[in-house]
């Protein structure tokens, strides 16, 4: 039987258009494969949004736990970044990555589009379990919607210095939780962010609200991986 993962990594990043085929190319035939080979990766998942006259991007890779962040597989890998990820790395702009356990998830299947929300959870009345699990069931029985699941930063794991860290030139944004929204289509997404904006979230200081819809996604299975 197969366990669905306790803990995600979500990670943002801008790109200019003219970079979009090479870094597509990265991230499909190299760089999600290296990271679903990793020992507690189980599968990831590239979605894709046009603003601003950017191509930006939401990855989100499911783990085994949260112990794979700073596990010595991943870390091997981070600091030993391909020729590729090299020409790569100084090419992401708003950057932003966080990773930890899911600690509260509803729904079933996966959306053709994915709201994710960056959150200070105290700020927005989220640190309670019983909150949390609230919150994820409401807007999974909301029309169009897939799954929803809310993800709490292990900042340790998170902030280990890395080569592949280092090569960056964005600052690398910092955040507490995340919550994201997976739903069937795009007014689907807009609509419970609307909710959301008017409800539990009102105060919460949601600065990018960006849908994005699915691109390309890759697990273990259908990498030929045991």
């Not at 197969?2 to 258009?17: E, F, K, V």
């Not at 596990?71 to 932003?96: D, E, H, K, V």
């Not at 949390?132 to 029985?141: C, D, E, N, T, Y």
């Not at 592949?164 to 795009?186: N, Q, Y």
């Amino acid at each position: 039987m197969t366990h669905r993962g306790q803990a995600q990594l979500a990670i943002w990043s801008d790109i200019n258009p003219d970079q979009e085929t090479d870094y597509l190319h990265w991230l499909t035939r190299e760089h999600v494969l290296e990271r679903v080979s990793v020992d507690g990766f189980l599968s990831g998942r590239v979605f894709r949004a046009e603003a601003g006259g950017q191509r930006r991007f939401f990855i989100t890779y499911e783990l085994q736990d949260t112990g794979v962040l700073a596990g010595p597989s991943y870390l091997a890998r981070l600091n030993a970044p391909t020729p590729w990820s090299q020409r790569t790395m100084p090419i992401l702009q708003n950057f932003a990555r966080g990773g930890g356990p899911v600690v509260a998830r509803a729904g079933l299947g996966c959306g053709a589009v994915a709201l994710p929300l960056r959150l200070d959870l105290e700020a927005a009345g989220l640190l309670d379990a019983g909150a949390q699990q609230a919150l994820v069931q409401r807007i999974a029985g909301l029309d169009a919607v897939a799954q929803v699941w809310l993800m709490q930063v292990d900042a340790a794991g998170t902030g280990v210095q890395t080569k592949e860290k280092s090569m960056r030139r964005s600052v690398e944004g910092v955040f507490d939780g995340v919550l994201v929204i997976e739903a069937l289509h795009t007014a689907a997404a807009q609509a419970a962010l609307d909710q959301l904006l008017h409800g539990e979230l009102a105060n919460a200081g949601v600065a990018d609200r960006q849908v994005f819809s699915a691109c390309f996604q890759l697990d273990r299975r259908l990498a030929g991986l045991p």
